[in-house]
Every structure is written in structure tokens, then in C-alpha cells.
């Protein structure tokens, strides 16, 4: 069990299950699974500590797919207009309206230009895409 996030007393396993089960009740596609599949395997994050839900907002459920995958690309460099696109089409794909998706997209990007986007400046940061996020281009 994780020490530290919103899922601390839950098994990996249970939370990656809920994940797997919320995209089948969506019929996601591949590419979301994908996804998926490469957030909880990759070795750059530990998504039981460093998944947060999402920020400033209630979670629609939990764990909740879009900023499961959202955190996952922003915590390991991948952050950035492509996230942030992939962020709004899942939360429409996963039953969220399009205008309450489009004011989410729009807080994400105000965090991107007022803080991160100079936070990665300044470290000289470059933002790597696997080939399931340009895939969903």
C-alpha cells in the first residue's frame, strides 16, 4: 500500500482494476487503453503515491481515468497543450458535458502559462511523447 495520495489505503491492484473497469464501461478505445497501460507501467512515476486526483475540482469518480492520465503526463514531463488536449477528449469520452470539459481544459491551461510552462523553462525540460499519446492525434 502507498504511503502518501488520495488511494493510500487501497491496493495497486484494486486501483488499476477500477481504471481498467472504468474504460470498459465507456467502450474506450485502444489508444486510451494504451494509455493507460503505459501510465501504471511506467517507471518514471508511482501512481499510488504521485496520482492526486483532479485539482481544485471534485473527481466525477474515482479513481477517475482523465486526470489519472492527466497527472501521469504532467508529473513525468509530458505536460503541456498535447496533454492538455488528451486531458478534455477523455473527460468528454468518460461522460463529462462538453461545456463543464471545456472550462477544465481552459483551468489546465491557465496552470500551464502562469507557472509550469516557465517551471520546465527553467530546467530546460523537453516534453517526450509516447507513441500512444500521438496516436490519439
Given at each position: 500500500?502507498?504511503?502518501?495520495?488520495?488511494?493510500?489505503?487501497?491496493?495497486?491492484?484494486?486501483?488499476?482494476?477500477?481504471?481498467?473497469?472504468?474504460?470498459?464501461?465507456?467502450?474506450?478505445?485502444?489508444?486510451?487503453?494504451?494509455?493507460?497501460?503505459?501510465?501504471?507501467n511506467d517507471?518514471?512515476?508511482?501512481?499510488?503515491?504521485?496520482?492526486?486526483?483532479?485539482?481544485?475540482?471534485?473527481?466525477?469518480?474515482?479513481?477517475?481515468?482523465?486526470?489519472?492520465?492527466?497527472?501521469?503526463?504532467?508529473?513525468?514531463?509530458?505536460?503541456?497543450?498535447?496533454?492538455?488536449?488528451?486531458?478534455?477528449?477523455?473527460?468528454?469520452?468518460?461522460?463529462?458535458?462538453?461545456?463543464?470539459?471545456?472550462?477544465?481544459?481552459?483551468?489546465?491551461?491557465?496552470?500551464?502559462?502562469?507557472?509550469?510552462?516557465?517551471?520546465?523553462?527553467?530546467?530546460?525540460?523537453?516534453?517526450?511523447?509516447?507513441?500512444?499519446?500521438?496516436?490519439?492525434?
Amino acid at each position: 500500500m502507498a504511503k502518501d495520495g488520495i488511494y493510500r489505503d487501497f491496493k495497486k491492484e484494486d486501483v488499476e482494476t477500477a481504471l481498467i473497469k472504468a474504460c470498459d464501461r465507456v467502450g474506450a478505445p485502444k489508444y486510451v487503453l494504451k494509455m493507460l497501460e503505459d501510465a501504471i507501467n511506467d517507471p518514471l512515476w508511482n501512481h499510488m503515491k504521485d496520482y492526486n486526483g483532479c485539482t481544485l475540482v471534485e473527481d466525477p469518480t474515482h479513481p477517475y481515468v482523465p486526470c489519472f492520465l492527466h497527472d501521469w503526463m504532467w508529473r513525468t514531463g509530458r505536460g503541456g497543450l498535447e496533454a492538455d488536449n488528451i486531458f478534455y477528449h477523455t473527460q468528454v469520452l468518460f461522460g463529462m458535458p462538453k461545456k463543464m470539459a471545456r472550462r477544465r481544459y481552459y483551468g489546465v491551461r491557465i496552470g500551464w502559462f502562469t507557472f509550469f510552462k516557465w517551471k520546465y523553462v527553467r530546467i530546460g525540460l523537453k516534453t517526450p511523447h509516447t507513441e500512444s499519446i500521438k496516436e490519439f492525434f
